[in-house]
């Protein structure tokens, strides 16, 4: 497989992307800065040309979100500010109070090494519920209950989660692109 | 007074530049890449710096937004999004259903020079309003009702809006400061 350095701020993010590969994956501890869009592939290449620019060599980059179905897609990939302001049962707390709770939580991973690009997307469909429940993971997993499913993202352990998860769905994708490349 | 070249990509906001200027105003018109921020200040001097890299000459940019009571101030900076989403009827319709109407409507000049700056802010507190009101302006101009007044932004013309609102407040803040530096 492709060798590469999983760039990312958030711990739990590599944590999971630990458990989806099995093993040890080389990371990089960088809060990058992230431009304003509702364009998912628009923020992920906007990060992953300046992780290039501070590393120069192969790297994947993730862009995660929650597009609400109650405000038509919002927020998106701007999640992390919406749970900064309110928190998960916020985002759950606004989705009741306009009547729909249906949510999509969305994972991308760009592989890149130099104009060479690899995109993977991973997304689960579910519903926003009060009160929060779980402990595990982070973000709104406490208050997403997966399509089919009794147990919020928080109520799994990894590899529960992993399972249904958007971002295990990215991984498994990815891997199978870094195999085949 | 000193010189100064607006840069923005929005030209309802040259508009009321020019009324609150009482006449011409240099513009650029540039649509500067935002970082996601919640703070005004973060996004305001990257924007600056930006415009900077690229013009090299004395120039004010704006960073105006809307930052809801019933969501902790979100989404702030990042209002713009949340407008193409789901529109000002939205952003109402998103305060009403959490029980607090209360908004304030906030914006920000930054004119930079290269390492001096001048920073100007002006607020309007007011409450977000259904059906929408008015024809003028832009944004949330239909939904915001000024605290103390009977017109939505939308429903006053330039001059009357520029009297009350959050921009007119921070460009008159402005000019005397660029007077008296």
Redesign the interface.
Same mark, same amino acid.
């Given at each position: 497989m492709k060798p590469f350095v999983l760039v990312t701020g958030n711990l739990g993010k590599i944590a999971e992307a630990r458990l989806a590969l099995g093993g040890g994956v080389e990371t990089e501890l960088a809060d990058l =800065?992230?431009?304003?869009? @509702?364009d998912y592939m628009e +923020?992920l290449r906007?990060k992953a040309a300046e992780a290039w620019r501070q590393l120069g060599r192969p790297l994947i980059v993730e862009e995660a979100g929650l597009d609400l179905a109650a405000?038509? !897609?919002? =927020? !998106?990939p @701007?999640v992390?500010?919406?749970l900064?302001? +309110?928190g998960a049962e !916020?985002l759950a707390?606004?989705a009741a109070?306009?009547?729909d709770v249906r949510a999509t939580s969305r994972c991308f991973l760009l592989y890149k090494d130099g104009d060479q690009e690899l995109i993977a997307e991973g997304r689960t469909e579910g519903t926003l519920i009060l009160p929060r429940r779980g402990t595990h993971g982070f973000g709104w997993d406490p208050v997403f209950l997966p399509d089919g499913t009794t147990h919020t993202f928080a109520e799994l352990t990894g590899p529960g989660k992993g399972a249904v998860s958007h971002r295990g769905k990215a991984w498994r994708e990815m891997l199978g692109l870094l195999e085949a490349a």
């Open positions: =800065p992230e431009i304003q869009s @509702l +923020v906007a405000l038509n !897609g919002f =927020p !998106g @701007l992390k500010w919406m900064e302001a +309110v !916020g707390r606004t109070a306009l009547g």
